[in-house]
C-alpha cells in the first residue's frame, strides 16, 4: 500500500469522477484507474462503483472513507512537523545578554559550526527580560543571561548554570588604577564610570555598589562589548562579570585588564536557558551541549586572579 493511492481515493471522492481526478492529480486516467485497481485488489474491497456514466466512491469504500482521510491527515501532521523541525535545524536564535561573547561564545560557536556546518546562528544581543519573552514566545531557541546570586529563575525556562564569576573592576592597563591590588568604591567614584543601561545585570549590581552616589561622570552603554571598548580607548573604567573580561582578545592584546573589587565578593551567574514547554530542535540540544562543554574547558584553562598584582 502506498500513500498516493490514497490520496487518488481522495481525489475521485472529493472530485466525483476518474476523469476530474486523473485531471487534478496530472495523471492520465488509465494509470489512475490501474493504480486504484491494485489497492482494492490488495484490501480485497471494490472501492469504486464502476459503471458507463463514470466511476464513483462505492458504498464499502464511504465505509473505509475516514480510515483513508485518517492516514492522510497523519501523513500531512508528520510532513509539516518534519518540514518545522527541517527549517528550525536550519537556522538557531540565540539571544545573548553580551557579557561573555567574546570569551565563551566565539569558540563555542566555532566548534558548533565544524560539526553542523547547515545550520546557521542568529546572535540577538538583547536585554534580559527581552530574552525571557522571545524565549517564551518563541522567537528564540536559546538564552545566555546573567544573574546575580540569590536572584530568582523565570517560571517555564529551563536553566543550566555555565560559568560563577565576581564582578571587578574592568580597567585600560596603563590606568592608574590598575597597579592597585583592588580598586575600591572611592577609586571608582573619582573618575569616569562606564555603566550598563537600566535592564542590564551589571547596571543593577552597580547601583546597589555606589548606594545612590555618583561619579564624577559617568556613560551609559548598551552591553560589555561596548563598555570594554570605551575602556580600551580610555574613556573610564567598567564593572563587568570577571568572566566577560578574561580571555577577550582586548584583554589578551593587552589594552585593558582587571581588578577585584574591595568589597564583599557577590557572585554573578552565566546561565543559558531554553524553553521548558515544546520540543527543542536537535541543533538547539546539540549547541547547548557545546555550551557547557566549552564552559567547563573555559574554567580549567583560565586561572584565578592572573591579572591581579
Known amino acids: ?12 471522492t472529493r472530485l466525483g469522477s476518474l476523469r476530474r481526478a486523473a485531471e487534478a492529480l496530472h495523471i492520465s486516467q488509465p494509470a489512475l484507474s490501474e493504480t486504484v485497481r491494485n489497492l482494492e485488489r490488495e484490501l480485497g474491497v471494490d472501492l469504486l462503483d464502476r459503471r458507463r456514466s463514470g466511476a464513483r466512491i462505492s458504498a464499502e469504500g464511504r465505509e473505509l472513507l475516514p480510515h483513508i482521510v485518517g492516514v492522510l491527515d497523519a501523513v500531512d501532521r508528520l510532513r509539516r512537523a518534519a518540514d518545522d523541525q527541517h527549517r528550525t535545524s536550519r537556522m538557531l536564535r540565540l539571544g545573548t545578554v553580551n557579557a561573555a561573547t567574546v570569551p565563551l561564545l566565539v569558540p563555542t560557536i566555532r566548534e558548533f559550526r565544524a560539526a553542523h556546518p547547515e545550520t546557521q546562528i542568529e546572535v540577538i544581543g538583547a536585554q534580559q527580560a527581552d530574552i525571557h519573552r522571545e ?16 536572584d530568582d529563575k523565570p517560571p517555564g525556562l529551563h536553566s543550566t548554570e555555565l560559568l560563577r564569576g565576581r564582578p571587578v573592576a574592568c580597567v585600560r592597563a ?3 588604577l590598575a597597579a592597585r591590588r583592588t580598586v575600591s568604591v572611592a577609586d571608582l567614584l573619582a573618575q569616569p564610570l562606564i555603566v550598563m543601561r537600566s535592564g542590564y545585570v551589571m547596571h543593577r549590581y552597580v547601583h546597589r555598589l555606589l548606594e545612590g552616589r555618583s561619579p564624577t561622570f559617568s556613560y551609559s552603554t548598551d552591553g560589555a562589548e561596548m563598555g570594554k ?17 578574561t580571555g577577550d582578545p582586548l584583554e589578551r592584546s ?11 565578593d557577590t557572585a554573578v551567574l552565566l546561565v543559558i536557558q531554553r524553553p521548558l514547554s515544546g520540543p527543542t530542535p536537535r541543533a538547539a540540544r546539540a549547541l547547548h551541549e557545546i555550551f557547557v562543554k566549552s564552559a567547563a574547558t573555559y574554567q580549567q584553562t583560565t586561572a584565578p586572579g592572573r591579572n591581579e598584582p
Open 254 to 264: 593587552g589594552l585593558i585588564t582587571y581588578r577585584p573589587l574591595a568589597v564583599p
Open 135 to 150: 524565549l517564551l514566545e518563541g522567537g528564540l531557541d536559546l538564552g545566555l543571561v546573567n544573574y546575580l546570586q540569590g
Open 174 to 176: 596603563d590606568s592608574p
Open 1 to 12: 500500500m502506498r500513500i498516493e493511492q490514497l490520496e487518488y481515493i481522495e481525489a475521485v
Open 229 to 245: 571598548l570605551m575602556v580600551a580607548e580610555g574613556l573610564g573604567t567598567t564593572i563587568l562579570p570577571d568572566f566577560s573580561v
